[in-house]
């Protein structure tokens, strides 16, 4: 039944635009994924795109991503092993433009290290705007489908981003300072948290957040099944997390953040996980105007030089 029904979805989404994938709102199938881009045909209705590697032989040998549609949403590049280069817009103000959700790079080990600043800037540019449109509306009834309305990016790394205001590798907690943070009703809270190797299959890591003095909110993940081959980073906003954690401040000064992480085995037992550190940075409509305005003004530290440009990115594979 389960597969009757994907087969109806996919095909509700093909007749979006029969002729072009590119016109889809959802790319699926690897042919028009390396289709889309190989040609550079990626509009601005693309709101989805899953790289499965395993289905198409072009893929497998991508080496550079291009620059992607403002519109897209979810990006699932995982598993790209040939993957070297990321492109993203040239300039942080067209970033500020996009709808960016869930982004995750698993196990793409050959990225390199311009690409990975690239990709953690995209994060920290994305996940302010998601958390700040989350505590300028509060919409607390859509909260309860928090799976969906997180937002997240992940791809390796063994470092905690500086931007991250507060972090620790060696304690499984952080005290906050709240005293640039007065309007507790609109306060959002962005972690990053250092996932280890895991040698061992697994279906779903776990994170249980909490102040330390009740259950706290849990976290789900999904990670690799065959394994997690270097650290990674996985930054987040949750919007349920942060009402839990704005609604346990009251009028406290300072607020103690704890984080316990278990990785999900084949046979569903969760096994603790030692994480390599985390870290958090709070988000005010103050502190959103003011990273903003950084970035609009052209910080020449924000965007680094080396990012890729799209005329580069249209080479992505070498066959």
Known sequence: MHDI???TAWEIVRQESVEEP???????DPDDIYHVLKHNKGSEIIRSMTIRLSENKELQELQILPDLPLSLETLDASGCVSLENVAFRST???QL?????RVTFWNCLKLNEPSLKAIELNAQINLMNFSHQHISTCDRDNDHDHDRNQGMYVYPSSEIPGWLEYSTS???YITIDLSSAPYFSKLGFIFGFI???ISSDGSILKFKISDGEDEGIK???????????SDHVYLMYDPRLSHYLASRVNDQSQIKIQVRAASRT???QYVPMQLRGFGVSLVTPSLYDEFKQQLEFGDGSVIPNHMCTVEEGLKFLEI
């Open 92 to 94: 942080a103000s067209e």
């Open 22 to 28: 590119g016109n889809r709102s959802r790319l699926l």
């Open 266 to 268: 084949l046979t569903s």
């Open 97 to 101: 433009k996009e709808k960016r959700k």
């Open 170 to 172: 060696t304690h499984d």
């Open 195 to 197: 996932i280890p190797t």
């Open 5 to 7: 029904i994907q087969e």
């Open 219 to 229: 976290v789900h993940l999904n990670r690799p099944h065959h394994g997690i081959e």
